[in-house]
């Protein structure tokens, strides 16, 4: 039996399969992968959606969701980020496959103007462009490089553009074919511990979901004709969701059964005013700027040069 | 008695005069004016703090607060803010006083890089600043244009300069010798309604308060030798405040008395996760812009030209 | 017979028309208007290329450009502002006629990252966005606003991108199917009198010109397949321009023959070093941020309500 | 006999020194010393200003000058960076000696509103800033970690605070007592070849320049009371200079004598357009992120840790 509410929202795979209510039971249609580098300090979870029972269950798209926990994600350490920046770019490629012959475009969805939401466009700023140097310099000098052809945008906001996102990366898309997108885009997780200390990697795109944006259109497979694949950090929580998970974990804990949580929350759930609100760490200029950096690097390991 | 609870954070006087359960009971060395301005929509509450007993009692210095209740404050409207920022601007000069002879200097305290502390320095940047050309072009050049000698700073926070706001400011008034700060600061209120809809007006400086950066020495006529006049919104609500609030409404609306409220806290409290962290809404970047437009207007209607 | 030579870099037809020797001589198939608003001390000079002729002469496009000269064009002064901007507002609207009934897309050209090319996005960050609005609350809401629908986009430069800005807009309006593009950018005068001071609006979109950034192809009706009209005003001069033509300003100043100075050219001429370097004022961003929101009142005021 | 003409502006003392027309010439009072490094492909060259005498020949004050030549200092090459941020921190550690033990304060001059000036104010964003944390936890935390006490502001130009940065960095300097200041600004060179290719860093503070800010007063031991090292990389050539070098290397190559070709400039020197004008390459925003990130990372390394 599922613990958790409609209303409450994650974009994480990993965090709504911890929603039913006891780890050990089977989830027809998904598999649960753990794995723990402990030299490296990271917890890698994969979470596969194999049908469309599982789908419905997790109420998330057929597809693979790999998550990596680390710990020490917006400290600064130089040495520890390039040691993880290698393994995240290791799962990016591996989701990606062999799709990228044509090249990648990378998006940065989110709002630059919101610190937490800036994710996809400071990743999008440190990242190696090469498909304007392809074209100027030909397909030797690609190989020479054993360059990836990459083009990259942050579309920006539906308030500054006027535009969904699909519309803006759809169109550009049939003037210059990449075979294969990658997005970025800030997420929301359910519980604070994850924010920015979580990266989701997964090859489902993105689903208009629970984050700060208002990317509500979807960006995948079937929106924009090539394989999306989705990288995706916590860096709110629904304003919501922590109240109403604080309120249970207190009526709970005070001995409150199941239903008398439920009846209370009526009350709640009718305050407007939390809508459209989030919660993030006061420092959170500090977390975006080592993050964004570490997935740049991620990003441009995959498709630059070294093998 | 008071509802609130010692961790209850709100840097606005209105809503810790609020917090007495009855509003109509006197408080003991605390004044309260209320004005309605119609065509403007403002709603105006002075709160007077007038002796020890009062400041005991609200736990806030002694001095003045104007409240600027304005529901438009950060939807685009250019006639609604040149109209808020003239009413802005009064408030200021009256606070301000005759103290501004030998020159005022502006303060945007908060953190450029987090978008709802982004408030001070946004300020300062539209600021029409005149030391240096009265410095340049003399006494006759200011009296004939009627200017105020303004100077301003955006000192950043601690994480970025490893100084204190007031060791920064206290140091360059040793130079520059003003005869009046004024400090702008995003605050903290208790209400999400409150966010972004208020503006307070004080003459007691900015002290060590809820708001998101750690401005955690007063600015004020003790620390820094002259009047210290601070001008700020709320942008965000603590995590924590609103969880507890919404708690407690409920927790009410459902029969419980007081102390089995209470009682009820002692889990969330001991919760570390949701210190430093605050709730902010989606659209703060256009909240900020237009709202730090607004007080940039007021502010300079003070002290250029417009006598 | 014309003064100029062929690396000579400008992106005003009014110092094209201006380069050849006498203002007097008619140029076969160009018209040169001229107006003069005394009370707001503007100058209009309008260049109408009538056929290929003209085209060939002038070596831009057929159709209409407009100059506007306001010498206060980047100081502060608010009222001045007001009065240009509703000036500058006229033109586009006259430019664009009709053709904007499906919607119109604002393309802010140009990088961000560099002062003085940043032009475009600046202006774009400060527009009434209504076409998520109309599509949200529909036709109604539109026509009692009296909207026109507006999409924006600030696509950045190659280097950022990877790809022409052509292809992005291009691709872009697949999607959205705007009836007309307003494009903005900085451009690059011959001379240094006319940097921050004047206004180009054309009907012939943007060719690849002499200005800071790498817009190499065309933003035009044939590229696009709607009317470009373009909003740019001169920020920087050519290094190697301002170079030539002071060499040969005093040249001639010394006596020397027409002849004699083209030999004196070659010399430079091979530097390399100066190609890719221009000349722009030291505050700049004083001058962008005046500019940019005069041309941002100019458009919203073309699109919004009044009229 | 000195080439250069007294409006011939540089900050570099190895232009200043080059200016004089025969290299071999021993001017007194002042010593060069010149170095390769040939695996990391730097030049280094040590100009000592020994006396009065070697200070009126080189318009310089007395001090160690010390120019590092690094062609691809602005290209994007993390290996190459970490290479030459190691041997530019050797630099700044030699020249401030044991003067460090009570503290630095890191000055990044400059406006970081328009891009070649905005060095300072990005190399301070990447500072590991300590004064704080050691504040916090006291002198065995800064033992064990081998950390000098780092503070650090960027305070901006004098259009927007209406204050001299000596001003305010001296006024600091009084609360917090820090006793040596590093002090970071763009620089002005005479040749677009030492353009985003050249640091320099002197024992000498920073003098009233040709730099592209109005940092007019000195930054220097007389100002300030500690000493003063300098860390600057040319970002612009002054338009006056970059014009009269110009001409003067045509009218040489045509014959002209020294006399005459100072004759024909009387006519370009009256010229004021070209005051207050600077010239830059047209992709300094990407020079500017590559050599702050690497300037910082040189820093860093001078005062965290390892050593």
Chains 1, 2, 3, 4 share one sequence.
Request: aromatic share 6%.
């Amino acid at each position: 039996m599922k613990k958790g509410y409609e209303d409450i929202r994650t974009d994480l795979a990993l965090e709504v399969r911890e929603s039913f209510e006891d780890d050990d039971v089977e989830i027809k249609g998904v598999v649960l992968e753990e794995d723990y580098l402990k030299e490296k300090d990271l917890k890698i979870t994969t979470v596969i959606i194999k049908d469309e029972q599982g789908a419905k269950a997790m109420r998330k798209p057929i597809g693979t969701y790999i998550t990596i926990e680390a710990q020490k994600l917006s400290e600064k350490d130089d040495e520890y980020h390039s040691s993880i920046s290698e393994e995240i770019g290791k799962y990016i490629k591996k989701l990606i496959g062999e799709d990228r012959e044509k090249g990648v475009m990378v998006v940065g969805l989110g709002n630059r103007e919101v610190t937490p939401d800036a994710l996809g466009p400071l990743v999008v700023d440190n990242l190696f462009i090469t498909r304007h140097l392809i074209k100027e310099y030909g397909e030797d000098f690609q190989k020479r490089n054993k360059l990836t052809c990459v083009s990259a945008l942050a579309p920006g906001v539906m308030a500054q553009t006027g535009m969904e996102a699909v519309e803006i990366i759809r169109g550009i898309m049939k003037e210059t074919k990449p075979s294969v997108v990658l997005a970025i885009d800030a997420l929301a997780s359910r519980s604070v511990h994850r924010v920015n200390t979580t990266i989701q990697i997964s090859d489902t795109g993105i689903s208009p979901g629970a984050g700060i944006g208002n990317n509500r259109m979807a960006l995948n497979e079937d929106s924009l004709g090539v394989k999306v694949v989705a990288l995706g950090v916590p860096t709110v929580v629904d304003a919501m969701t922590i109240i109403r998970d604080s309120m249970e974990n207190m009526l709970n804990s005070q001995g409150f059964s199941q239903n008398e949580v439920q009846s209370f929350f009526s009350e709640v759930t009718n305050q407007e005013s939390f809508h459209n609100m989030f919660v993030t760490p006061k420092n959170i200029d500090e977390s975006m700027k080592c993050i964004s950096f570490t997935l740049s690097e991620a990003i441009n390991s995959c498709f630059c040069g070294r093998s």
